[in-house]
Nanobody, 123 residues
Framework: QVQLVESGGGLVQAGGSLRLSCAAS????????MGWYRRAPGNQRELVAS???????NFADSVKDRFAISRDIAKSTLYLQMNRLKPEDTAVYFC?????????????????WGRGTQVTVSS
């Protein structure tokens, strides 16, 4: 099993910035995709940004040109740099990693999720 722990959330004024981190408890043999998702009150979880094992990035239209996704493979850590934040960015942000890893039973592929970190943007 792999645990993911997000950090970096908090309260910020509109126009401000935050950097989220997602640290995995162990390394992966390979990454299929790593992503950040968010869920605002009353809404469904939505994709914010993702990056494939090959480095292809994808962003929700609402965050393009404001957010950046990056990763440190050696540290098994995913980042989300959020700039020019808006009140509508307020949500719980989750990271998810789809990857392969070695377990006691051999090589496995699973998707893992963190518990989330709250981001609140005041107007």
């Amino acid at each position: 099993q792999v645990q993911l722990v997000e950090s970096g959330g908090g309260l910020v004024q509109a126009g401000g910035s935050l950097r989220l981190s997602c640290a995995a408890s162990r390394s992966f043999f390979s990454i299929v995709v790593m992503g950040w998702y968010r869920r605002a009150p009353g809404n469904q979880r939505e994709l914010v940004a993702s990056i494939t094992g090959g480095g292809i990035e994808n962003f929700a239209d609402s965050v393009k040109d404001r957010f950046a996704i990056s990763r440190d493979i050696a540290k098994s850590t995913l980042y989300l740099q959020m700039n020019r934040l808006k009140p509508e960015d307020t949500a719980v942000y989750f990271c998810g990693i789809d990857g392969t890893y070695y377990s006691d039973t051999g090589l496995r592929r699973d998707t893992f999720w963190g518990r989330g970190t709250q981001v609140t943007v005041s107007s």
